[in-house]
Protein backbone atom coordinates (compact mmCIF):
# COMPACT_ATOMS: atom_id res chain seq x y z
CA UNK A 1 0.00 0.00 0.00
CA UNK A 2 1.29 3.60 -0.86
CA UNK A 3 0.33 6.69 1.20
CA UNK A 4 0.75 10.15 -0.23
CA UNK A 5 -0.48 13.28 0.20
CA UNK A 6 -1.49 16.06 -2.94
CA UNK A 7 -0.46 19.00 -1.77
CA UNK A 8 -2.54 21.14 -4.66
CA UNK A 9 -4.77 20.27 -1.71
CA UNK A 10 -3.65 20.03 1.76
CA UNK A 11 -3.59 23.82 3.46
CA UNK A 12 -1.72 21.86 6.54
CA UNK A 13 -4.85 22.06 9.20
CA UNK A 14 -2.42 19.07 11.02
CA UNK A 15 -5.47 16.79 11.30
CA UNK A 16 -3.24 13.56 9.83
CA UNK A 17 -0.04 14.68 12.15
CA UNK A 18 -2.23 15.01 15.26
CA UNK A 19 -3.61 11.74 14.83
CA UNK A 20 -1.39 9.22 13.20
CA UNK A 21 2.06 10.60 14.51
CA UNK A 22 3.71 7.48 12.59
CA UNK A 23 2.32 7.77 9.58
CA UNK A 24 2.94 11.99 9.18
CA UNK A 25 5.06 14.95 10.52
CA UNK A 26 4.39 18.19 9.66
CA UNK A 27 7.18 20.37 7.87
CA UNK A 28 8.13 24.15 8.95
CA UNK A 29 5.08 25.50 7.74
CA UNK A 30 2.47 23.06 8.66
CA UNK A 31 2.11 21.19 5.66
CA UNK A 32 1.69 17.20 5.76
CA UNK A 33 5.05 14.72 5.26
CA UNK A 34 4.28 11.19 5.00
CA UNK A 35 6.42 9.37 6.86
CA UNK A 36 5.62 5.73 5.85
CA UNK A 37 4.99 6.56 2.16
CA UNK A 38 5.30 2.36 1.52
CA UNK A 39 2.83 1.42 4.62
CA UNK A 40 3.68 -1.76 6.35
CA UNK A 41 1.09 -4.59 6.61
CA UNK A 42 0.46 -3.72 10.15
CA UNK A 43 -0.39 -0.04 9.63
CA UNK A 44 -2.37 -0.75 6.76
CA UNK A 45 -5.46 -0.41 8.81
CA UNK A 46 -3.99 2.95 10.06
CA UNK A 47 -3.69 4.04 6.75
CA UNK A 48 -6.64 3.86 5.62
CA UNK A 49 -8.28 5.30 8.16
CA UNK A 50 -6.12 8.48 8.34
CA UNK A 51 -7.68 9.06 5.10
CA UNK A 52 -11.05 10.10 6.57
CA UNK A 53 -9.26 12.87 9.13
CA UNK A 54 -8.08 15.33 6.59
CA UNK A 55 -10.74 18.43 6.23
CA UNK A 56 -9.69 18.53 2.38
CA UNK A 57 -9.53 15.53 0.75
CA UNK A 58 -5.56 15.49 0.30
CA UNK A 59 -4.78 11.58 1.82
CA UNK A 60 -4.47 9.45 -0.78
CA UNK A 61 -4.03 5.89 -0.16
CA UNK A 62 -3.52 3.38 -3.26
CA UNK A 63 -4.01 -0.70 -2.93
CA UNK A 64 -1.06 -2.75 -4.62
CA UNK A 65 -2.39 -4.07 -7.47
CA UNK A 66 -4.35 -7.02 -6.46
CA UNK A 67 -4.06 -10.27 -9.02
CA UNK A 68 -8.19 -10.58 -9.03
CA UNK A 69 -9.82 -6.95 -8.35
CA UNK A 70 -11.68 -4.17 -9.68
CA UNK A 71 -9.59 -1.31 -10.42
CA UNK A 72 -9.91 1.24 -6.69
CA UNK A 73 -10.65 4.44 -6.06
CA UNK A 74 -8.24 6.80 -3.95
CA UNK A 75 -8.80 5.92 -0.51
CA UNK A 76 -10.11 2.11 -0.71
CA UNK A 77 -12.21 1.00 2.00
CA UNK A 78 -12.37 4.40 3.69
CA UNK A 79 -13.51 6.53 0.50
CA UNK A 80 -16.30 3.47 0.72
CA UNK A 81 -17.11 4.84 4.12
CA UNK A 82 -17.45 8.19 3.23
CA UNK A 83 -18.70 7.94 -0.59
CA UNK A 84 -19.44 11.52 -0.93
CA UNK A 85 -15.97 12.38 0.00
CA UNK A 86 -13.74 10.69 -2.44
CA UNK A 87 -10.77 13.06 -3.61
CA UNK A 88 -12.97 14.83 -6.47
CA UNK A 89 -11.88 13.84 -10.22
CA UNK B 1 -40.87 6.35 -2.17
CA UNK B 2 -44.75 6.25 -1.62
CA UNK B 3 -46.68 9.70 -3.74
CA UNK B 4 -47.30 10.73 -0.28
CA UNK B 5 -44.08 10.76 1.45
CA UNK B 6 -42.54 12.08 -1.77
CA UNK B 7 -45.65 14.86 -1.36
CA UNK B 8 -44.32 15.54 2.35
CA UNK B 9 -40.45 15.23 1.08
CA UNK B 10 -41.23 18.03 -1.36
CA UNK B 11 -43.37 20.15 1.34
CA UNK B 12 -40.17 20.80 3.59
CA UNK B 13 -38.31 22.40 1.48
CA UNK B 14 -40.95 25.46 0.48
CA UNK B 15 -40.80 25.84 4.55
CA UNK B 16 -37.55 25.59 4.88
CA UNK B 17 -36.55 27.91 1.80
CA UNK B 18 -38.76 30.25 3.32
CA UNK B 19 -37.39 30.59 6.42
CA UNK B 20 -33.76 30.84 4.88
CA UNK B 21 -35.20 34.22 2.77
CA UNK B 22 -35.01 35.87 6.48
CA UNK B 23 -31.76 34.17 7.85
CA UNK B 24 -28.95 36.47 9.07
CA UNK B 25 -26.11 35.04 11.01
CA UNK B 26 -27.40 37.75 13.61
CA UNK B 27 -30.43 35.47 14.38
CA UNK B 28 -29.17 33.75 17.18
CA UNK B 29 -30.99 30.75 19.33
CA UNK B 30 -29.24 29.22 22.64
CA UNK B 31 -25.37 29.00 23.21
CA UNK B 32 -25.48 24.96 22.82
CA UNK B 33 -27.76 25.09 19.84
CA UNK B 34 -26.93 28.82 18.45
CA UNK B 35 -29.13 28.34 14.90
CA UNK B 36 -31.63 26.00 14.99
CA UNK B 37 -33.01 27.42 11.47
CA UNK B 38 -29.24 26.19 9.55
CA UNK B 39 -30.23 22.77 10.60
CA UNK B 40 -34.09 22.95 9.69
CA UNK B 41 -32.06 24.98 6.01
CA UNK B 42 -29.94 22.31 5.73
CA UNK B 43 -32.31 19.64 5.74
CA UNK B 44 -34.84 20.94 4.21
CA UNK B 45 -33.27 23.44 0.98
CA UNK B 46 -29.54 23.09 1.22
CA UNK B 47 -28.86 25.60 -0.65
CA UNK B 48 -30.63 28.35 0.05
CA UNK B 49 -31.57 32.10 -0.68
CA UNK B 50 -32.04 34.69 2.06
CA UNK B 51 -33.28 38.07 1.02
CA UNK B 52 -31.15 40.25 3.97
CA UNK B 53 -28.66 42.59 2.95
CA UNK B 54 -29.73 42.83 -0.46
CA UNK B 55 -29.69 39.03 -1.33
CA UNK B 56 -27.02 36.14 -0.65
CA UNK B 57 -26.80 31.79 -0.85
CA UNK B 58 -26.42 30.26 2.06
CA UNK B 59 -24.48 26.43 1.68
CA UNK B 60 -25.00 24.46 4.28
CA UNK B 61 -23.73 21.00 3.35
CA UNK B 62 -20.42 19.62 4.12
CA UNK B 63 -19.60 18.58 0.83
CA UNK B 64 -20.69 21.65 -0.77
CA UNK B 65 -18.97 24.01 1.69
CA UNK B 66 -15.81 22.67 0.87
CA UNK B 67 -16.55 23.23 -2.87
CA UNK B 68 -16.94 26.55 -2.35
CA UNK B 69 -13.82 27.19 -0.02
CA UNK B 70 -11.35 25.43 -1.99
CA UNK B 71 -12.13 27.04 -5.25
CA UNK B 72 -11.14 30.51 -4.85
CA UNK B 73 -10.38 31.32 -8.53
CA UNK B 74 -15.01 30.61 -8.69
CA UNK B 75 -15.40 32.01 -5.01
CA UNK B 76 -13.56 35.18 -4.13
CA UNK B 77 -12.30 36.32 -1.02
CA UNK B 78 -12.24 39.81 -2.06
CA UNK B 79 -15.71 40.28 -0.32
CA UNK B 80 -16.07 37.93 2.23
CA UNK B 81 -18.49 39.44 4.60
CA UNK B 82 -22.59 39.80 4.20
CA UNK B 83 -23.16 43.02 4.03
CA UNK B 84 -19.53 43.92 3.16
CA UNK B 85 -16.88 45.34 5.47
CA UNK B 86 -16.87 48.75 5.91
CA UNK B 87 -14.13 50.05 8.33
CA UNK B 88 -11.40 49.19 5.92
CA UNK B 89 -9.56 52.48 6.24
CA UNK B 90 -6.02 51.06 5.27
CA UNK B 91 -7.60 48.94 2.69
CA UNK B 92 -8.92 44.92 3.23
CA UNK B 93 -7.23 42.22 5.56
CA UNK B 94 -4.47 40.41 4.23
CA UNK B 95 -4.36 37.77 3.69
CA UNK B 96 -8.11 37.41 4.25
CA UNK B 97 -9.58 39.32 1.69
CA UNK B 98 -6.46 38.53 -0.85
CA UNK B 99 -6.59 36.10 -3.58
CA UNK B 100 -4.45 33.70 -4.84
CA UNK B 101 -1.62 34.27 -6.50
CA UNK B 102 -0.61 37.45 -4.27
CA UNK B 103 -2.04 35.35 -1.23
CA UNK B 104 -0.24 32.62 -1.89
CA UNK B 105 3.01 34.99 -1.32
CA UNK B 106 1.19 36.46 2.11
CA UNK B 107 0.45 32.75 3.31
CA UNK B 108 4.52 31.71 2.24
CA UNK B 109 5.45 34.62 4.52
CA UNK B 110 3.15 34.02 7.52
CA UNK B 111 2.83 30.50 8.32
CA UNK B 112 6.27 29.18 8.97
CA UNK B 113 6.10 32.39 11.66
CA UNK B 114 2.64 30.30 12.83
CA UNK B 115 3.72 26.34 12.44
CA UNK B 116 2.93 23.54 14.77
CA UNK B 117 6.62 23.98 15.79
CA UNK B 118 6.32 27.83 16.43
CA UNK B 119 3.02 26.91 18.72
CA UNK B 120 4.72 23.85 20.24
CA UNK B 121 7.61 25.89 21.32
CA UNK B 122 4.94 28.57 22.71
CA UNK B 123 3.54 25.99 24.85
CA UNK B 124 5.62 26.62 28.25
CA UNK B 125 4.49 30.35 27.82
CA UNK B 126 1.03 29.33 27.63
CA UNK B 127 0.84 27.05 30.18
CA UNK B 128 2.44 29.60 32.79
CA UNK B 129 0.22 32.39 31.93
CA UNK B 130 -3.07 29.74 31.80
CA UNK B 131 -1.58 28.75 35.12
CA UNK B 132 -1.46 32.57 36.66
CA UNK B 133 -5.14 33.66 35.06
CA UNK B 134 -6.60 30.11 36.97
CA UNK B 135 -4.45 30.70 40.11
CA UNK B 136 -6.90 33.49 41.57
CA UNK B 137 -10.09 32.05 40.08
CA UNK B 138 -9.44 29.02 42.95
CA UNK B 139 -8.42 31.22 45.69
CA UNK B 140 -12.09 33.43 44.65
CA UNK B 141 -13.64 29.91 44.29
CA UNK B 142 -15.34 30.98 41.50
CA UNK B 143 -15.38 34.00 38.19
CA UNK B 144 -17.13 35.39 35.17
CA UNK B 145 -14.76 33.34 33.05
CA UNK B 146 -15.21 35.21 29.62
CA UNK B 147 -13.97 38.73 30.68
CA UNK B 148 -11.93 36.97 33.80
CA UNK B 149 -10.08 34.52 31.59
CA UNK B 150 -11.56 33.82 27.97
CA UNK B 151 -10.96 37.50 26.86
CA UNK B 152 -7.01 37.44 28.36
CA UNK B 153 -5.23 34.49 27.21
CA UNK B 154 -5.57 35.22 23.53
CA UNK B 155 -4.28 38.63 23.98
CA UNK B 156 -1.34 37.10 26.28
CA UNK B 157 -0.35 34.75 23.75
CA UNK B 158 -0.71 37.11 20.96
CA UNK B 159 1.06 40.31 22.05
CA UNK B 160 4.72 38.80 21.91
CA UNK B 161 4.03 37.13 18.87
CA UNK B 162 4.00 40.59 17.32
CA UNK B 163 6.58 41.69 19.55
CA UNK B 164 4.32 43.36 22.43
CA UNK B 165 4.70 43.56 26.00
CA UNK B 166 2.50 41.16 27.80
CA UNK B 167 2.22 44.02 30.23
CA UNK B 168 0.48 46.23 27.21
CA UNK B 169 -2.62 43.21 27.46
CA UNK B 170 -4.87 45.85 28.57
CA UNK B 171 -4.10 49.05 26.26
CA UNK B 172 -4.30 45.80 23.67
CA UNK B 173 -8.37 44.69 25.12
CA UNK B 174 -9.01 48.44 24.64
CA UNK B 175 -7.86 49.13 21.78
CA UNK B 176 -9.66 45.71 20.02
CA UNK B 177 -12.84 46.76 21.90
CA UNK B 178 -12.84 50.69 20.33
CA UNK B 179 -12.00 48.63 16.71
CA UNK B 180 -15.29 47.01 16.68
CA UNK B 181 -16.83 50.21 18.15
CA UNK B 182 -19.03 50.04 15.24
CA UNK B 183 -20.11 46.53 14.77
CA UNK B 184 -22.78 46.87 17.26
CA UNK B 185 -24.38 50.16 17.28
CA UNK B 186 -27.58 51.58 17.49
CA UNK B 187 -28.20 54.21 14.29
CA UNK B 188 -28.31 57.12 16.44
CA UNK B 189 -24.67 56.24 18.24
CA UNK B 190 -22.74 55.42 15.12
CA UNK B 191 -21.35 58.82 14.63
CA UNK B 192 -19.80 58.79 18.20
CA UNK B 193 -18.96 55.27 17.47
CA UNK B 194 -16.97 55.72 14.02
CA UNK B 195 -14.90 58.59 16.03
CA UNK B 196 -14.01 55.96 18.75
CA UNK B 197 -13.11 53.72 16.29
CA UNK B 198 -10.93 56.50 13.70
CA UNK B 199 -9.36 56.99 17.16
CA UNK B 200 -8.13 53.63 18.03
CA UNK B 201 -7.42 53.38 14.05
CA UNK B 202 -5.35 55.87 14.42
CA UNK B 203 -3.67 55.00 17.52
CA UNK B 204 -3.00 51.32 16.18
CA UNK B 205 -1.43 52.63 12.99
CA UNK B 206 1.09 54.71 14.93
CA UNK B 207 2.25 51.67 17.18
CA UNK B 208 2.76 49.50 14.64
CA UNK B 209 3.98 52.12 12.30
CA UNK B 210 6.48 52.89 14.84
CA UNK B 211 7.52 48.91 15.46
CA UNK B 212 7.95 48.12 12.20
CA UNK B 213 10.30 51.20 12.20
CA UNK B 214 12.16 49.79 15.06
CA UNK B 215 12.18 46.57 13.20
CA UNK B 216 14.00 48.01 10.24
CA UNK B 217 16.55 49.96 11.83
CA UNK B 218 17.51 46.64 14.10
CA UNK B 219 20.70 44.81 12.57
CA UNK B 220 19.44 41.80 14.26
CA UNK B 221 15.65 41.72 14.70
CA UNK B 222 14.05 38.49 16.20
CA UNK B 223 12.49 36.38 13.84
CA UNK B 224 8.54 37.34 14.41
CA UNK B 225 5.62 38.19 12.09
CA UNK B 226 6.38 42.07 13.27
CA UNK B 227 10.18 41.45 11.52
CA UNK B 228 8.65 39.64 8.95
CA UNK B 229 6.65 42.43 7.77
CA UNK B 230 9.19 44.83 8.14
CA UNK B 231 11.49 43.93 6.18
CA UNK B 232 10.67 40.71 3.98
CA UNK B 233 10.56 41.38 0.39
CA UNK B 234 8.16 39.03 -1.65
CA UNK B 235 7.97 37.67 -5.72
CA UNK B 236 4.71 38.97 -6.28
CA UNK B 237 2.60 40.77 -3.91
CA UNK B 238 3.36 44.50 -2.73
CA UNK B 239 4.65 44.20 0.92
CA UNK B 240 5.32 48.46 2.18
CA UNK B 241 3.94 49.77 5.12
CA UNK B 242 0.18 49.91 4.54
CA UNK B 243 -0.07 45.85 3.57
CA UNK B 244 1.81 45.45 6.97
CA UNK B 245 -1.01 47.09 8.74
CA UNK B 246 -3.47 45.21 7.08
CA UNK B 247 -1.69 42.17 8.33
CA UNK B 248 -1.83 42.99 11.48
CA UNK B 249 -5.11 44.77 11.63
CA UNK B 250 -6.29 41.21 10.60
CA UNK B 251 -4.48 38.82 13.21
CA UNK B 252 -5.82 41.33 15.71
CA UNK B 253 -9.68 40.52 14.86
CA UNK B 254 -8.93 36.99 13.86
CA UNK B 255 -6.27 35.91 17.35
CA UNK B 256 -8.59 37.36 20.03
CA UNK B 257 -12.48 36.68 19.72
CA UNK B 258 -12.22 33.11 18.00
CA UNK B 259 -10.13 31.86 20.52
CA UNK B 260 -12.09 33.75 23.81
CA UNK B 261 -15.73 32.59 22.40
CA UNK B 262 -14.19 28.91 22.17
CA UNK B 263 -12.92 28.87 25.19
CA UNK B 264 -16.16 29.78 27.08
CA UNK B 265 -18.47 27.65 25.10
CA UNK B 266 -16.63 24.84 25.86
CA UNK B 267 -16.65 25.64 29.85
CA UNK B 268 -20.22 26.09 29.38
CA UNK B 269 -20.84 22.92 28.21
CA UNK B 270 -18.34 21.29 30.53
CA UNK B 271 -19.88 23.06 33.30
CA UNK B 272 -23.26 21.53 32.59
CA UNK B 273 -21.60 17.43 31.68
CA UNK B 274 -19.93 16.30 34.25
CA UNK B 275 -19.33 12.96 33.64
CA UNK B 276 -17.38 13.67 30.28
CA UNK B 277 -16.23 16.40 32.56
CA UNK B 278 -14.71 13.75 34.34
CA UNK B 279 -13.08 12.08 31.67
CA UNK B 280 -11.05 14.56 30.82
CA UNK B 281 -9.90 14.97 34.25
CA UNK B 282 -9.23 11.41 34.25
CA UNK B 283 -7.15 11.15 31.00
CA UNK B 284 -5.46 14.45 29.52
CA UNK B 285 -4.77 12.80 26.14
CA UNK B 286 -8.44 13.02 25.55
CA UNK B 287 -8.41 16.88 25.62
CA UNK B 288 -7.16 17.65 22.21
CA UNK B 289 -9.99 15.31 20.51
CA UNK B 290 -11.57 17.64 22.83
CA UNK B 291 -10.58 20.73 21.33
CA UNK B 292 -11.11 19.67 17.97
CA UNK B 293 -14.58 18.53 18.59
CA UNK B 294 -15.50 21.86 20.53
CA UNK B 295 -14.26 23.59 17.46
CA UNK B 296 -16.78 21.39 15.11
CA UNK B 297 -19.67 21.89 17.38
CA UNK B 298 -19.07 25.56 17.99
CA UNK B 299 -17.21 26.87 14.68
CA UNK B 300 -17.68 30.37 15.45
CA UNK B 301 -16.45 31.56 12.61
CA UNK B 302 -18.35 32.13 9.40
CA UNK B 303 -17.39 33.46 6.39
CA UNK B 304 -18.29 34.14 2.71
CA UNK B 305 -17.55 34.15 -0.97
CA UNK B 306 -18.23 36.42 -4.01
CA UNK B 307 -18.88 34.46 -6.97
CA UNK B 308 -16.51 35.39 -10.22
CA UNK B 309 -18.65 33.18 -13.24
CA UNK B 310 -21.67 31.11 -12.90
CA UNK B 311 -21.30 28.03 -11.08
CA UNK B 312 -23.75 25.33 -10.00
CA UNK B 313 -23.94 24.33 -6.29
CA UNK B 314 -25.72 21.75 -4.92
CA UNK B 315 -28.43 22.14 -8.47
CA UNK B 316 -28.54 25.90 -7.95
CA UNK B 317 -27.28 28.34 -10.23
CA UNK B 318 -24.96 31.06 -8.95
CA UNK B 319 -23.98 34.34 -10.80
CA UNK B 320 -21.17 36.09 -11.13
CA UNK B 321 -21.68 38.64 -8.76
CA UNK B 322 -23.22 36.84 -5.92
CA UNK B 323 -22.62 36.38 -2.59
CA UNK B 324 -22.39 33.04 -0.77
CA UNK B 325 -22.56 33.19 3.10
CA UNK B 326 -20.61 29.48 4.11
CA UNK B 327 -21.72 29.25 7.55
CA UNK B 328 -19.56 26.74 8.71
CA UNK B 329 -21.52 25.16 11.68
CA UNK B 330 -23.77 24.17 9.55
CA UNK B 331 -21.40 22.06 7.26
CA UNK B 332 -19.85 20.75 10.53
CA UNK B 333 -23.13 19.46 11.78
CA UNK B 334 -23.97 17.51 8.51
CA UNK B 335 -25.34 14.04 9.67
CA UNK B 336 -23.69 13.30 5.81
CA UNK B 337 -20.53 13.87 6.71
CA UNK B 338 -20.75 13.22 10.76
CA UNK B 339 -22.11 10.44 12.62
CA UNK B 340 -24.42 12.13 15.49
CA UNK B 341 -23.42 16.03 14.59
CA UNK B 342 -25.46 17.39 17.45
CA UNK B 343 -23.37 15.41 20.30
CA UNK B 344 -20.09 16.22 21.63
CA UNK B 345 -18.07 13.10 21.89
CA UNK B 346 -14.80 13.34 22.99
CA UNK B 347 -14.03 9.89 21.52
CA UNK B 348 -15.01 10.66 17.71
CA UNK B 349 -12.63 8.84 15.82
CA UNK B 350 -13.35 10.41 12.26
CA UNK B 351 -13.60 14.60 12.52
CA UNK B 352 -12.48 16.29 9.33
CA UNK B 353 -14.16 19.48 10.68
CA UNK B 354 -13.94 22.91 8.87
CA UNK B 355 -13.95 24.88 11.70
CA UNK B 356 -10.97 26.40 10.75
CA UNK B 357 -11.94 26.82 7.19
CA UNK B 358 -10.88 24.91 3.84
CA UNK B 359 -8.65 25.66 1.02
CA UNK B 360 -5.86 28.19 0.96
CA UNK B 361 -7.57 30.64 3.41
CA UNK B 362 -7.47 27.79 6.39
CA UNK B 363 -7.14 29.64 9.62
CA UNK B 364 -3.72 30.94 9.95
CA UNK B 365 -3.72 30.78 13.74
CA UNK B 366 -5.08 27.20 13.73
CA UNK B 367 -2.09 25.66 15.14
CA UNK B 368 -1.56 28.25 17.99
CA UNK B 369 -5.19 28.11 18.55
CA UNK B 370 -5.31 24.73 19.30
CA UNK B 371 -2.96 24.99 21.27
CA UNK B 372 -4.39 27.49 23.21
CA UNK B 373 -7.33 25.78 23.60
CA UNK B 374 -5.43 22.15 24.63
CA UNK B 375 -3.47 24.10 27.58
CA UNK B 376 -6.22 26.14 28.72
CA UNK B 377 -8.37 22.77 29.39
CA UNK B 378 -5.61 21.12 31.04
CA UNK B 379 -4.79 23.56 33.10
CA UNK B 380 -8.07 24.50 34.47
CA UNK B 381 -9.35 21.00 35.00
CA UNK B 382 -5.97 20.44 37.02
CA UNK B 383 -6.48 23.26 39.09
CA UNK B 384 -10.01 23.18 39.69
CA UNK B 385 -11.47 19.86 38.48
CA UNK B 386 -14.92 20.78 39.55
CA UNK B 387 -16.75 23.31 38.84
CA UNK B 388 -20.53 24.65 38.09
CA UNK B 389 -21.98 27.42 36.61
CA UNK B 390 -23.58 30.24 39.35
CA UNK B 391 -27.10 30.43 37.56
CA UNK B 392 -29.90 28.61 35.47
CA UNK B 393 -30.35 31.93 33.21
CA UNK B 394 -28.19 30.74 30.20
CA UNK B 395 -25.77 33.30 29.07
CA UNK B 396 -26.80 35.39 25.70
CA UNK B 397 -25.64 34.09 22.66
CA UNK B 398 -24.24 36.75 20.32
CA UNK B 399 -24.46 35.64 16.26
CA UNK B 400 -22.47 37.83 13.35
CA UNK B 401 -18.46 37.51 12.97
CA UNK B 402 -17.23 35.79 15.68
CA UNK B 403 -20.19 33.70 17.63
CA UNK B 404 -19.86 33.15 21.54
CA UNK B 405 -21.48 34.10 25.05
CA UNK B 406 -21.12 37.21 26.77
CA UNK B 407 -21.08 36.05 30.49
CA UNK B 408 -20.31 32.93 31.71
CA UNK B 409 -20.13 32.99 35.75
CA UNK B 410 -18.88 29.62 37.03
CA UNK B 411 -18.19 28.68 40.79
CA UNK B 412 -15.70 26.57 41.64
CA UNK B 413 -16.40 23.11 43.27
CA UNK B 414 -19.01 20.07 43.31
CA UNK B 415 -22.49 21.45 43.28
CA UNK B 416 -26.05 20.41 43.45
CA UNK B 417 -25.06 19.55 39.67
CA UNK B 418 -26.78 21.41 37.08
CA UNK B 419 -28.80 19.36 34.80
CA UNK B 420 -28.04 19.84 31.26
C1 LIG C 1 -10.76 28.63 17.72
C2 LIG C 1 -10.16 29.64 17.17
C3 LIG C 1 -10.24 30.02 15.72
C4 LIG C 1 -11.18 29.72 14.76
C5 LIG C 1 -12.44 28.88 14.92
C6 LIG C 1 -10.74 30.35 13.53
C7 LIG C 1 -11.42 30.25 12.32
C8 LIG C 1 -10.95 30.74 11.12
C9 LIG C 1 -11.58 30.50 9.84
C10 LIG C 1 -12.86 29.73 9.60
C11 LIG C 1 -10.81 31.10 8.88
C12 LIG C 1 -11.06 31.10 7.37
C13 LIG C 1 -11.85 32.29 6.92
C14 LIG C 1 -12.16 32.23 5.44
O1 LIG C 1 -11.96 31.21 4.79
O2 LIG C 1 -12.65 33.25 4.93
C15 LIG C 1 -9.71 31.73 9.57
C16 LIG C 1 -8.72 32.45 8.94
C17 LIG C 1 -7.69 33.09 9.61
N1 LIG C 1 -7.40 33.00 10.96
FE1 LIG C 1 -8.43 31.94 12.34
N2 LIG C 1 -9.58 31.03 13.75
C18 LIG C 1 -9.23 30.85 15.07
C19 LIG C 1 -8.10 31.37 15.71
C20 LIG C 1 -7.14 32.15 15.11
C21 LIG C 1 -5.97 32.69 15.78
C22 LIG C 1 -5.60 32.44 17.22
C23 LIG C 1 -5.31 33.44 14.84
C24 LIG C 1 -4.02 34.22 14.95
C25 LIG C 1 -3.11 34.07 15.84
C26 LIG C 1 -6.04 33.35 13.60
C27 LIG C 1 -5.66 33.96 12.43
C28 LIG C 1 -6.29 33.77 11.21
C29 LIG C 1 -5.83 34.39 9.98
C30 LIG C 1 -4.63 35.30 9.81
C31 LIG C 1 -6.72 33.96 8.97
C32 LIG C 1 -6.68 34.34 7.49
C33 LIG C 1 -6.00 33.27 6.68
C34 LIG C 1 -6.06 33.52 5.20
O3 LIG C 1 -6.91 34.28 4.73
O4 LIG C 1 -5.24 32.95 4.47
N3 LIG C 1 -7.15 32.56 13.80
N4 LIG C 1 -9.79 31.47 10.92
S1 LIG D 1 -4.93 16.74 7.49
FE1 LIG D 1 -4.91 16.96 5.28
S2 LIG D 1 -4.67 19.15 4.91
FE2 LIG D 1 -4.12 18.73 7.00
S3 LIG D 1 -1.90 18.51 7.01
FE3 LIG D 1 -2.81 16.47 6.85
S4 LIG D 1 -2.96 16.15 4.65
FE4 LIG D 1 -2.62 18.29 4.91
New interface residues.
Given amino acids: MRLTVDYD ?1 C ?5 C ?2 LYPDLYD ?1 D ?3 DAVVLLPIVPTDREQEAL ?1 SV ?6 AIVVELDPPAAEPPHEAGGDAAVA ?1 P ?2 AKPT | MTPSASRAAEAAPTVACEHARRFTIYDTGTPLDPYPTLREIRSGCPVARSEQFGGYWIVTRYADARFVLQNPEIFSSTQNTIPPRKDISVGPPIPLNVDPPHHTDYRKLLEPLMSPKVARAMEPRIREEVRKLVAPIVTAGGTELVEGMAAKLPGLVFLPLLGLDVTELDELLSLHTRLLATTRVAPEDREAATRVREEAEAALHAKVGALLDARSAMPDPPEDIMTALAVADLENAPLGRPEALRTVKLLFAAALDTVKNTLSMAMYYLAQHPEQRAELVADERLIPVAVEEFIRFFSPAPTGRLVMRDVEVGGVTFAAGDMVLVPIVAANHDDARFAEPDRIDFHRRSNPHIGFGAGPHRCLGSHLARMELKVALEEIHRAMPEYHLASDVPPRVHGGAIVGIDRLDLVVGPAGAVAP
Avoid: N, Q, V
Avoid at chain 1, 52 to 57: A, K
Fill in positions: LTGHGRYMADSGEDCCPEGAAF
